[in-house]
């Protein structure tokens, strides 16, 4: 699905807007025309691109435009990274003039967890490669040198944790005070 990123701006007052759309740039300046006059009929929902249509000086033009592969929704997580990007690059480069209310992702661990349930399987098989090509580092023994015993490395803080390890610790510990070692 190719989806354009967009601006719509007043060319009297500054505000600018940033929204996504399937369609020409010249539909959906139309649609967005269309539902302030239904929001005046007192219907649908507020946007805040009324600010700007509401000025009658207004354009539009495309920030970028991008293929998605395989993607048929266009509320996709995708698309709707790409679309929070361009509200934040209006709302760093404009401040208060940048009118968008509503942000395309609300918040970071939403986008985390939605971000993790589409790449589990990716997370899994890098995780899966990542241990078969570090396995021998990973799984290497070592001998402790508190109490002798041999432990994966990787085990290392839970071993240190054992009442066995503790114990030679202390014991350690008073031959080193008693200036035995
Ligand atoms: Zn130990």
Same mark, same amino acid.
């Given at each position: 699905?190719?989806?354009?990123?967009?601006?719509?701006?007043?060319?009297?007052?500054?505000?600018?807007?940033?929204?996504?759309?399937?369609?020409?740039?010249?539909?959906?300046?139309?649609?967005?025309?269309?539902?302030?006059?239904?929001?005046?009929?007192?219907?649908?929902?507020?946007?805040?691109?009324?600010?700007?249509?509401?000025?009658?000086?207004?354009?539009?033009?495309?920030?970028?435009?991008?293929?998605?592969?395989?993607?048929?929704?266009?509320?996709?997580?995708?698309?709707?990274?790409?679309?929070?990007?361009?509200?934040?690059?209006?709302?760093?480069?404009?401040?208060?003039?940048?009118?968008?209310?509503?942000?395309?992702?609300?918040?970071? +661990? $939403?986008?985390?967890? !939605?971000? /993790?349930? *589409? =790449? &589990?399987? %990716? #997370? +899994? $098989?890098?995780?899966? !490669?990542? /241990?078969? *090509? =570090? &396995?021998? %580092? #990973?799984?290497?023994?070592?001998?402790?040198?508190?109490?002798?015993?041999?432990?994966?490395?990787?085990?290392?803080?839970?071993?240190?944790?054992?009442?066995?390890?503790?114990?030679?610790?202390?014991?350690?510990?008073?031959?080193?005070?008693?200036?035995?070692?």
């Amino acid at each position: 699905m190719r989806i354009i990123f967009y601006k719509l701006f007043c060319r009297k007052t500054g505000l600018v807007y940033a929204g996504k759309t399937k369609l020409t740039l010249q539909e959906r300046l139309d649609s967005h025309i269309q539902n302030y006059n239904t929001f005046l009929d007192g219907r649908g929902d507020i946007c805040g691109s009324f600010r700007i249509i509401e000025q009658e000086d207004y354009d539009i033009i495309d920030i970028k435009s991008l293929e998605f592969a395989n993607i048929e929704d266009d509320r996709h997580i995708d698309i709707r990274i790409h679309e929070q990007l361009c509200i934040t690059m209006l709302r760093e480069d404009h401040g208060e003039l940048c009118c968008n209310i509503k942000n395309a992702y609300t918040n970071m +661990k $939403e986008y985390q967890q !939605e971000w /993790y349930i *589409e =790449n &589990a399987e %990716r #997370i +899994k $098989e890098h995780s899966k !490669e990542y /241990y078969n *090509e =570090n &396995a021998d %580092r #990973i799984n290497q023994k070592i001998v402790c040198d508190i109490c002798g015993t041999e432990i994966s490395k990787r085990h290392t803080p839970t071993h240190n944790k054992t009442d066995k390890h503790k114990q030679n610790k202390l014991k350690l510990k008073k031959l080193i005070e008693n200036n035995i070692l």
